[in-house]
Every structure is written in C-alpha cells, then in structure tokens.
C-alpha cells in the first residue's frame, strides 16, 4: 500500500508518472484553477460517463475556492453521489484503470476523492443463443459485470442477497462477485470460494471463466465430466441462488458459474419451469432417456454388429446386412470427427450462410461417404441420431464427456468385445462417482449418493409450485 504524501505535487507526480500520461493518449490529466487552489483529475477516456463529467466540471469551476480538507470538500461539494475519501495510491491508480475517476486537490493533505463515474461499452440484453425458452424471460447477461448484478437484484430482492466483491489477476485486476443467500447457502461452501478467490495466483484471467475454473478448481485431466454449470440466463441464476447455491460472475463475461454441481443438475432446464407440470415432466424424461442413448447408442450398435448373435430377432432389422468397405469401428470414429468438422466449420461461416451450408455439406457428404463405400446408412443415422441429441442439453462440457467417453466405450469393444463394453460401463460409473465438486464437500451423484428420494423424484417429476 502506498499511502498518498502530503504535499499536493508530489501526489499528481506519482500519478501523472504511474499512469505514463505522456505515453496513453486515453489516460487524461484534467487541472482546474478554483479561486487560488487547484484541483487535478485523472481518468480513463471512454470509461467515463461524460455527461456527468462536465457536469461536474461546470459546478467545480463554479466554486469561490476549496475547503481546507479533502473530507469537507466531500461533505459540502461533491454533487455527484458515488465518491469517496481514500489514501491509498494504489488503490486509486486501480481504479482509475478500473474507469473511475481521481480527483485531488491543492488543500486535500494525504487524501483525495474516488468518483465512480464510469460507464462501460455494452450491448443490449438478449436471450442467449444457446438457451432459449419457449416461454418466459427474454433477457440474458452481458459483460458488463454491474448490469449482470442489476439483472439478479431485480430477481431476488432480498436482503440476505449477498454480492460479495474481489479482485484477481496482478495485470489484469479482474472484478468478481461471489453471490449467494446468507440465509441459504453453506457458509463453508462460501468461505472456501471466498478464499480460493482472494488467494489465485494469476497474471491475468485472459479467458474469463476458463481461467477461473482452472485456478479455483482441481481437475484430473482423465476425467472429462464438468465441475461447473455455466448459465446465461439471469432466471436461472436466481433459482440456484434461491436453492442454496453459489454464483461467481465475472466482469466481461455474460455467463456465470454455479456451484456445487452434481451430474444430474445438467439434466434440468429452464423450460421445465415455464411449462405446465405434466409438459415438463414429459421433457425431463425425454431428456434423460436421450442422455443416456447419447453415451450408450453407437457402442450397443457396433456390439450387435460385432456380435449378431446377442441380437434379437425383432430388433435385427436396425443393424446392417453389409458392412461396407471400411470397418464399422472406424466408420463410427470418422463420423465423430466429421461432425465436429462440421460444427468447427459452421462456427467460422458468417452467420447468413452458416445453417445453409451446414445442412448442404452433412447431406452431400453423408450421400456420398454412401456412394464410396465409406460409411453405411446405418452409421449415418445413429450418429445423425448422437449429433442432434447433443443439443438436448446446453452444457458443452457435457456433451464432450459424453463424446470422449462413447469413443472409450467402442474402442474398449473393438479390442475386448462383451468385456471390454462391460469394462467400460464400469469406468464411466467409477468416473462420475469420484469426480469431485468444487470444495470435494457435496457428491457429485446428489440426490444418488447420498440418497434423497424426494430431491431424486423432483429430478424426473416437475412438481406444481407451492405458493
């Protein structure tokens, strides 16, 4: 900490020096005679709501002179509402680079003013594009971190509602918020974030959330399933919030994390809630039988392929008579990676183009992958069949879990036939049971282990709220 010096000079020395005024043409050094005193401001242009600055600036230059401490000057003329007194040099340069502004003066002493009029480049609030609803709010977060606060505020107005702020980064000072419910959140739950947060050791959250994720969590790199739910929807931010979770938001990023997480938490939506009972019912378990064929579809398939006899009679039909020139284990694996070829592809298509030639190229490649004697039909369907049920549920980590794990399940088949599938399912259960949550304090197989019927039920049966 370095405290401000008595000596008027000497603080807009350090400052005008720190700040490098000379060297950024958006760092602006603003002096204005008042009577016989002076003041000096320093702020970031663009980060700064100018209307309100000139305003300002208009009542300063309006005053006879300055009163003899920084205190009384904050008492009886600082018009605008959010300012304050601090004495910590470093703290102010951080929020100047934060868009605030600094304001000291010729009779201030040790002290100057903080006055947070910033503002900051935003786009509009919009659904997100990858978690829409058929009914309900419309809006989402954006990377404005105070407007992504506001949206939440205007959800839950309660005062046990706690945004808690921090810092991290040594460069980048990214702003973070901790929220949750005092009255509803575990308390060690909270304190351990809390810490982890205040404690990383980072030069810079570069990738936002990614960044964060990878310094606060442990992550063992053989087990793909994700420890973290991410959301851009403000409604549902609320509803964990309200169920005893805690959110992390972090400024320029519009999506928030949510802990703890178990597995089963991917396999609820918002469109549950905005739907009658008995539609989200239906949803839910059209949603986990779908989750669960997603894993298990192409390994069962290439096991009756492989092994005829386990087939029965009724269900042969779905398996190929011909198994064309390429063997069906690597016809299975060339579909996985053309399908991301293909998602990859349709991500860097300007958007007018995008689903057309999305649609185009899986069709011309899918007949004549065909007609080559590539693929057989029958692989085509079932991977057509994984590629959109992928899109069941908005977790991009999930889905490659599901993607890394399908693979592991063929392979093992390919190479150890029954046994190796067998092996396999018994991998996957042993991943997600010892796949650890945030603070390893809540199972990830909650409400499995520990048991909870009744949050068990709640996961299939969307239940009619009490009022």
């Given at each position: 900490?370095?405290?401000?010096?008595?000596?008027?000079?000497?603080?807009v020395?350090?400052?005008?020096?720190?700040?490098?005024?000379?060297?950024?043409?958006?760092?602006?050094?603003?002096?204005?005679?008042?009577?016989?005193?002076?003041?000096?401001l320093?702020?970031?242009?663009g980060?700064?709501?100018?209307?309100?600055?000139q305003?300002?600036?208009?009542?300063?230059l309006s005053?006879?002179?300055?009163p003899k401490?920084?205190?009384g000057?904050?008492?009886?003329?600082?018009?605008?509402?959010?300012?304050?007194?601090?004495?910590?040099?470093?703290?102010?340069?951080?929020m100047?680079?934060?868009?605030?502004?600094?304001?000291?003066?010729?009779?201030?002493?040790?002290?100057?003013?903080?006055?947070?009029?910033?503002?900051?480049?935003?786009?509009?609030?919009?659904?997100?594009?990858?978690d829409?609803?058929m009914?309900?709010?419309?809006?989402?977060?954006?990377?404005?971190?105070?407007?992504n606060?506001a949206l939440?505020?205007?959800?839950i107005?309660?005062?046990?509602?706690?945004?808690?702020?921090?810092?991290?980064?040594t460069?980048?000072?990214?702003?973070?918020?901790?929220?949750?419910?005092?009255?509803?959140?575990?308390?060690?739950?909270?304190?351990?974030?809390?810490e982890?947060?205040?404690?990383?050791?980072?030069?810079a959250?570069?990738?936002?959330?990614?960044?964060?994720?990878?310094?606060?969590?442990k992550t063992?790199?053989?087990?793909?399933?994700?420890?973290?739910?991410?959301?851009?929807?403000?409604?549902?931010?609320?509803?964990h919030?309200?169920?005893?979770?805690?959110?992390?938001?972090?400024?320029n990023?519009?999506?928030?994390?949510?802990?703890?997480?178990?597995?089963?938490?991917?396999l609820?939506?918002?469109?549950?809630?905005?739907?009658?009972?008995?539609?989200?019912?239906?949803?839910?378990?059209?949603?986990?039988?779908?989750?669960?064929?997603?894993?298990?579809?192409?390994?069962l398939?290439?096991?009756?392929v492989?092994?005829?006899?386990?087939?029965?009679?009724?269900l042969a039909?779905?398996?190929?008579t011909?198994?064309?020139?390429?063997?069906?284990?690597?016809?299975?694996?060339?579909?996985?990676?053309?399908?991301?070829?293909?998602r990859?592809?349709?991500m860097?298509?300007?958007?007018?183009?995008a689903n057309?030639?999305?649609?185009?190229?899986?069709?011309?490649?899918?007949?004549?992958?065909?007609s080559?004697?590539?693929?057989?039909?029958?692989?085509?369907?079932?991977?057509?069949?994984?590629?959109?049920?992928n899109?069941?549920?908005?977790?991009?980590?999930?889905?490659?879990?599901l993607?890394?794990?399908?693979?592991?399940l063929?392979?093992?088949?390919?190479f150890?036939?029954?046994?190796?599938?067998?092996?396999?399912?018994?991998?996957?259960?042993i991943?997600?049971?010892?796949?650890?949550?945030?603070?390893?304090?809540?199972?990830y197989?909650?409400?499995?282990?520990?048991?909870?019927?009744?949050?068990l039920?709640?996961?299939?049966?969307?239940?009619?709220?009490?009022h």
């Amino acid at each position: 900490m370095r405290e401000l010096s008595e000596k008027y000079e000497e603080n807009v020395r350090f400052f005008e020096e720190t700040l490098r005024v000379k060297d950024n043409f958006d760092v602006i050094k603003k002096v204005l005679r008042i009577g016989s005193d002076e003041i000096t401001l320093f702020y970031v242009d663009g980060l700064i709501k100018d209307g309100a600055m000139q305003k300002l600036f208009i009542y300063l230059l309006s005053l006879q002179g300055l009163p003899k401490t920084a205190e009384g000057f904050l008492r009886g003329h600082m018009p605008y509402v959010e300012a304050d007194l601090s004495g910590d040099g470093d703290m102010m340069l951080q929020m100047v680079l934060s868009g605030a502004t600094v304001l000291l003066g010729s009779t201030f002493g040790r002290e100057g003013l903080i006055v947070d009029a910033r503002t900051y480049p935003a786009r509009e609030t919009a659904e997100p594009e990858n978690d829409r609803v058929m009914r309900g709010a419309r809006d989402g977060f954006v990377e404005t971190l105070i407007f992504n606060t506001a949206l939440i505020r205007r959800r839950i107005r309660d005062v046990t509602l706690t945004m808690s702020y921090h810092t991290a980064g040594t460069s980048s000072k990214s702003d973070i918020v901790v929220a949750y419910m005092a009255d509803r959140a575990d308390p060690k739950l909270v304190q351990y974030i809390t810490e982890k947060v205040d404690s990383l050791q980072a030069d810079a959250l570069t990738m936002g959330h990614e960044s964060l994720a990878e310094s606060l969590i442990k992550t063992h790199w053989y087990n793909p399933f994700p420890k973290i739910r991410y959301t851009e929807r403000p409604d549902t931010t609320a509803a964990h919030l309200l169920e005893g979770s805690v959110v992390i938001l972090l400024d320029n990023s519009p999506s928030v994390m949510i802990l703890p997480t178990s597995i089963f938490t991917f396999l609820q939506e918002t469109n549950d809630f905005y739907l009658p009972p008995l539609t989200g019912t239906y949803l839910r378990v059209v949603r986990h039988a779908v989750f669960w064929l997603t894993l298990f579809l192409t390994p069962l398939f290439f096991l009756g392929v492989v092994n005829p006899g386990l087939v029965p009679e009724w269900l042969a039909f779905a398996f190929p008579t011909e198994r064309g020139k390429v063997p069906v284990y690597l016809q299975l694996l060339l579909a996985e990676f053309v399908i991301d070829g293909l998602r990859m592809a349709s991500m860097n298509t300007p958007d007018m183009l995008a689903n057309s030639l999305s649609v185009v190229g899986g069709l011309i490649l899918g007949e004549f992958a065909v007609s080559a004697g590539w693929l057989i039909p029958e692989v085509i369907l079932y991977m057509s069949f994984v590629a959109i049920a992928n899109f069941t549920q908005t977790s991009f980590e999930l889905g490659y879990a599901l993607k890394f794990l399908r693979i592991l399940l063929l392979t093992l088949t390919a190479f150890f036939n029954v046994w190796g599938f067998l092996a396999g399912v018994v991998l996957i259960v042993i991943l997600i049971a010892t796949n650890k949550t945030v603070n390893g304090g809540h199972s990830y197989l909650y409400p499995l282990i520990p048991f909870s019927g009744r949050a068990l039920l709640s996961l299939f049966i969307r239940r009619k709220k009490r009022h």
